[in-house]
């Protein structure tokens, strides 16, 4: 009788490559599905606030990405040699607007909205964007850092 041993060790690793492949398919019970949390900021130049629905970071194949939010108010400022353009002044939203807030400065610095608690760097000579849902009511200044220039007071109603 020929030794049984090489097919028995075969067949034992066909049986753990194939329960390697059932362990790998598609699973839909919802223990096996990917779980996202929403940041609150995407990336070190961008950066969402309380309330955003920014979007997350590239999902799991095969996870729902929930659809960008409509931009209500789309700002972009400029910062050279210490001077913000457009000038100071203040932007008006509705409560619920989504703002949309684009710096681009030639040193580096940081955003800040203030009420918001939102900060972004931003690296010289690119554009950092900030991009909140309105939903607190009041005036709030949107400032950098290091040169403490007030760019804009948002006014929300």
Known sequence: MPNARPTAR??????????????????????????????????????????????????ATGSPVPPPQAVNKDLVYTIAKRRANPPAGRVEVARGDVVRITVTSDEADQLHVHGYDVEIALPAGQPGTITLTADRTGLFEIETHKSHLVLFQLVVR
């Open 10 to 59: 075969a067949g034992l690793a066909l049986a753990a490559l194939l329960a390697f492949a059932a362990a790998c398919g598609d699973d839909p019970s919802p223990a096996a599905a990917p779980t996202t949390a929403a940041p609150a900021a995407q990336t070190s130049t961008t950066a969402a606030g309380p309330g955003s629905d920014a979007p997350s970071p590239p999902a």
